[in-house]
């Protein structure tokens, strides 16, 4: 996406960081933990009205996030359980951040803005779950615009220049139209490409048919419960 076409020019910069921080020896999932108590103290910093503090919390957060996964590379660290963690972890923060925006909003009773922030934490948590989702099906691709590095690189921008209300319009908005955009492309690659489609047929759960007579079946198990109910 955009944030990474802007980070590639750094990654030379970024790739020496990384091996001043791999030779320490530090654990990646120590890094991943760090993230998410940066996150839950912005959350809280957000929800007294310290945007700006917030912010800076986030960006210390934001480039923990960054630099685990490169960790766990030069270390030669890289587990399953790793890349499970940092999926975890990454939802709890954007939940956090947005749960101590809404505090905020409402204790200052700007019933706009706290509606605002519901959307976004729904398009947050939806445009994780509709990627995740997806890619089981037909694979990885690059669909949508609103992953997690552009909502909080503009949720970062909005506390610092004391523009909330407009990032969270945005962030509303854009998100929830990527969920679309990945419903539809789905649906287009599963319709018209069946060929694409990862996961078996097999594996689809099919209802069984109930057949009267049938062998050590009597009648149906949501039957027999009814029944012995109105007994």
């Known amino acids: 996406m955009l944030t990474r076409r802007i980070a590639q020019p750094l990654d030379w910069f970024l790739n020496r960081i990384v091996a001043a921080i791999a030779a320490t020896g530090i654990p990646p999932n120590a890094l991943t933990w760090l993230s998410l108590l940066s996150n839950l103290w912005a959350a809280v910093l957000f929800a007294r009205g310290r945007f700006a503090a917030a912010a800076g919390l986030m960006v210390v957060a934001g480039f923990c996030d960054i630099v685990d996964g490169r960790v766990a590379r030069a270390q030669g660290r890289v587990t399953a359980f790793g890349g499970f963690l940092d999926s975890i972890v990454d939802r ?22 706290a509606c605002l922030v519901g959307a976004g934490m729904a398009g947050a ?32 921008l909005g506390a610092l220049v004391n523009r909330m209300p407009l990032a969270l319009w945005i962030l509303a908005i854009g998100p929830n139209i990527t969920v679309i955009h990945h419903i539809v492309f789905t649906w287009q690659r599963t319709r018209l490409h069946p060929e694409s489609v990862i996961a078996p047929a097999a594996s689809v759960r099919q ?11 009597s009648e149906p198990a949501l039957l027999s419960r009814t029944a012995q109910r109105g007994r």
């Open 92 to 113: 709890y923060s954007d939940l956090a951040l947005f749960l101590g925006l809404l505090v905020y909003y409402s204790q200052v009773n700007r019933f706009m803005d």
């Open 125 to 156: 948590v939806m445009v994780s779950y509709a990627r995740a989702r997806a890619e089981s099906l037909i694979g990885k691709h690059d669909v949508g615009f609103w992953d997690r590095p552009e909502r909080i690189v503009l949720m970062i």
């Open 207 to 217: 209802p069984e048919a109930y057949q009267p007579g049938a062998a050590g079946v």
